[in-house]
């Protein structure tokens, strides 16, 4: 892909505005660093490592059974799990038997989880041996197409003498009971031979990876990514990220062969954490730490203090609340996370008071980057030099990629710099599109001046210095703790009970998450609910990012003169009342 150079006298020193030889396999990340740095670390989880070689030989081993399985080239199969070491095994063993990715949130609901199997026709499920994500795991597959689940017990890979400890004292997590005809991921390995199946991957049109994400419209669908779209974004990433790695030393390009230490704080099933740490440590051979749970401890992320402390992270991409959590953490003084020369933050926009405090108690650097699940996901990136990056923005598009701003109403007109209009995308990690929905991508795709453009749905300017910056959002779609949250995803679940009548659902500032949740809620005649009742609901229903933290019960909801909610008024009044 060759573009224009952005106009900008402050475009990073040392970096080209353009890269090359990115369409190749995603498993090669793996292979070739299992080929130059075989007994380098790559995972950490609970202090038990394994080496490059070792999670090849894994990989190749899951490729393997999935072949003997019955699973062929395009197939999908399905991760339910968090950041355990066995994530990136199954990622690029699913890869490497020819077939697609499709990433589950963990802490999806069984009514969430059923709806990605059965509308990505999944036929394998990888889940966790644990008592609530294989009970959803066993109740979300029912009328899907899933054949086979795998599950996956953490005890393996434990160091031995706390694995031993760990299943005397019954630490370890274990479903209740497993039902008769699923497979246990340690068997599955050891009874596979360490050669995958010969597939050949067109890297620029074969998906890798699925994920599910609401677009533009709050409607969940899935985003085929094909391989070429993962491996440009980390090639320009890499040439475009540049940084002192001692302190008062001149920023140079990110080390490789495991000079580097990235934390999995983001979780995996998610674009942002995949890309910025499993997919990052495979490509540089660099070691990555598998963190399950962030927010463990008393008080919360006091256990990822202690990972920071002992492992000595490099490198750490995170959510602005995560940020927010690090400085304001009671006990942040106790320990040692000097080791941070590097963090990247995304999902959000990022408080100048919250970077300020956070470089100042680290000494790290912070950069903003923008990107989304379509976009595989990095777009634009501020520059890592305090000196010309502007807190705030987004900094420019990363190398290879162009930006435009094209007016609202018809998606296709250029507009002048230092106007707002809609932010469209046209690059290598742009979507192949989104599964079985042509009507979705007749929606968000545009040809202007013969190249094919990504419309983003959020809307900003360039000003005369070239730095991008997002000014409103075209959709109603909300972010909590760096999640996007669909209105439209919420009332769908809301409607499902069976006193509600009409519901409506906006976002509100909140100085912990960034915004949450509101839902409004019109009763059906002679219908009783509480806001307990609701509340309980909800969580039947849905992850915890997503439900309502406060619930309202109205006689009336605006709507328009067609009957559509008008979530805009909902939230002008909130603005009126001055809502916190």
Sequence with gaps: MSTKKWETPFWPEGVAHDVSGYSYPLTDFLDNSARKYPNKVYTIFSDATRTFAQVKDTADRIAN?????????????????????????????????????????PVYTPTELNHQLSDSGAKMVFCMDHPVFYKSTVEAIKDTDVEDVVICNIKSYLPKLKGILGGLLGKIPKAEKHQKGHLMFD????????????????????????LYTGGTTGVPKGAELTHTNFTYNLEAVLEYFM??????????????????TFIGILPWYHVFGINSALLLAAKTGNRLICVPDPRAGNPPFTEVLKI???????????????????????????????????????????PPEVCRQFEEKTGSIIFEAYGLTETAPAVCCNPSFKETRR???????????????????????????????????????VMKGYWKRPDANDEVFREIDGKRYFLTGDIGNIDKDGYITITDRKKDMIIVSGFNVYPRDVEDTIYKHPAVELAAVVGLPDERSGEKVKAYIKLKAGAKVTSEEMQQFCKDNMAGYKRPRVIEFRDEIPVSNVGKVLRRALRDEEKAKGTN
């Design 187 to 210: 068997d599955i390995v050891a009874s596979s031979a360490p050669t995958p199946p010969q597939i050949k991957v067109d890297p620029d049109k074969d998906t890798a990876v699925m």
């Design 65 to 105: 059974f999935l072949a003997r399985r019955g699973i062929k080239q395009g197939d999908k199969v399905a991760i339910f799990l968090p950041n355990l070491p066995h994530f990136p095994e199954i990622f690029f063993g699913i890869l490497k038997a020819g077939a697609v990715c499709v990433n589950c949130n």
């Design 308 to 350: 920071v402390q002992k492992h000595k992270p490099t490198f750490m991409t995170a959510v602005p609340t995560i940020f927010v959590a690090f400085t304001n953490h009671p006990l942040l003084d106790k320990f040692d996370i000097s080791s941070l020369m590097g963090c990247l933050s995304g999902g959000a926009p990022l």
């Design 243 to 260: 940084l002192p790695h001692k302190p008062g030393a001149k920023p140079e390009k990110l080390k490789q062969g495991g000079l580097n």
């Design 391 to 429: 807190i705030g923005s987004i900094g420019f598009p990363i190398p290879g990629t162009d930006v435009k701003i094209i007016d609202i109403e018809t998606g296709t007109n250029e507009l002048p710099r230092g106007e707002d209009g809609e932010i469209a995308v046209c690059g290598p990690q």
